[in-house]
């Protein structure tokens, strides 16, 4: 079956500092695959796509690119704000069936950005 | 575009007692609504998926008859917790999709505090 892993946090970083947190996958077929942000207490929001090998999914200073060799999806910011500070959960989508499109999460990394 | 709400966004309730959750599409139709539950710094695991007017589909684990779900509208979904225990105390995140490869988009979740 469909699975996600990442890196588990918590990832803790100064300010404008890199930040690169790690996914990889398995799935059948050719899934596609998301970054989502969920901030305290708040559901979860789309902070990036990728829909077929070699797309970069890119927003808000974020990027990730679809790797099919090495299935992977790692996220990555080149200078981070404290405003960045959530929890990010790489997610693909999978199989679709009558109900749509199915998503199967990763665990979660809560970055925890400081001044 | 795109926006799902829930209500209510958090609730308090006396063990025995039952709770619905609504969760709606605001401006488009969501011919699927998705049901996740996520506990406190973990992932969010999917409860069960429906599709308008049909009988949800509910995941290995999950009981259909403690967890009623209805899917009246291409519009309405809602959760009924029944008979709620400490143990169900959780986050509830609904989402919605109009089908296909389409994306789902996220309400902003429900939290559960059964006492």
């Known amino acids: 079956g469909n699975s996600v892993t990442q890196m588990e946090g918590p990832v803790t970083l100064s300010e404008e500092a890199f930040l690169t947190i790690n996914c990889t996958y398995t799935?059948?077929?050719?899934?596609?695959l998301f970054w989502y942000v969920q901030y305290p207490g708040e559901g979860l929001q789309l902070l990036l796509k990728?829909?077929?090998?070699?797309d970069k999914g890119s927003n808000k200073g974020f990027e990730a690119t679809y790797r099919k060799e090495t299935t992977s999806f790692h996220l990555e910011k080149g200078s981070v704000q404290v405003s960045d500070s959530a929890v990010y959960f790489c997610?693909?989508?999978?199989?679709?069936?009558?109900?749509?499109?199915?998503?199967?999460f990763g665990g979660g990394t809560r970055l925890m950005v400081k001044p | 575009g795109a926006v799902v709400s829930q209500h209510p966004s958090w609730v308090i309730c006396k063990s025995g007692t039952s709770v619905k959750i609504e969760c709606r599409s605001l401006?488009?139709?969501?011919?699927?609504m998705f049901w996740y539950r996520q506990f406190p710094k973990q992932s969010l695991m999917l409860m069960a998926t429906?599709?308008?007017?049909?009988?949800?589909?509910?995941e290995q684990g999950v009981e259909k008859d403690k967890f009623l779900i209805n899917h009246a509208s291409l519009t309405l979904s809602t959760l009924t917790v029944t008979s709620a225990h400490p143990e169900d105390s959780s986050f509830y995140i609904c989402?919605?999709?109009?089908?296909?490869?389409?994306?789902?988009?996220f309400g902003p979740g429900t939290r559960l505090t059964v006492l």
């Open positions: 429906s599709n308008e007017g049909s009988k949800a589909t509910y």
């Open positions: 401006d488009f139709q969501a011919t699927t």
């Open positions: 990728a829909t077929k090998a070699d």
């Open positions: 799935a059948t077929g050719y899934p596609s």
């Open positions: 997610a693909l989508s999978g199989p679709l069936s009558y109900a749509g499109n199915m998503l199967t």
């Open positions: 989402s919605a999709s109009n089908g296909g490869y389409n994306e789902q988009f």
